[in-house]
């Protein structure tokens, strides 16, 4: 069984840096891509960032792009978003997915949730 492990979530300063990590498990990831998603209180959840398991092809919400990072680590079986100059905005409890290729991203799996708030 598919199992997604978010930490790294915390409150930090607007401007601050935090790194979100996904401990996957349960089986090979190859032919999948991982992403992250984000739900703040009141809204739908939101696309983040996204990354292919094998060839590493990232694509990100405009919103995040240039200030967040995402990458994985073959080897720890681990996804990684690391976030820098952190907007108030931001905060939202961030979700970790595993979606086949092809499939979107509610028909593949989820972890628990990290909590990012983000003072202004």
């Known amino acids: 069984q598919v199992q997604l492990v978010e930490s790294g979530g915390g409150l930090v300063q607007a401007g601050g840096s935090l790194r979100l990590s996904c401990a996957a498990s349960?089986?090979?990831?190859?032919?999948?891509?991982m992403g992250w998603f984000r739900q703040a209180p009141g809204k739908e959840r939101e696309f983040v960032a996204t990354?292919?398991?094998?060839?590493?092809?990232?694509s990100y919400a405009d919103s995040v792009k240039g200030r967040f990072t995402i990458s994985r680590d073959k080897a720890k079986n681990t996804l990684y978003l690391q976030m820098n100059s952190l907007k108030p905005e931001d905060t939202a409890v961030y979700y970790c997915?595993?979606?086949?290729?092809?499939?979107?991203?509610?028909?593949?799996?989820w972890g628990q949730g990290t909590q990012v708030t983000v003072s202004s």
């Open positions: 997915n595993a979606r086949p290729y092809g499939l979107g991203s509610e028909a593949g799996y």
């Open positions: 349960g089986r090979t990831f190859s032919s999948y891509a």
């Open positions: 990354i292919t398991w094998s060839g590493g092809s990232t």
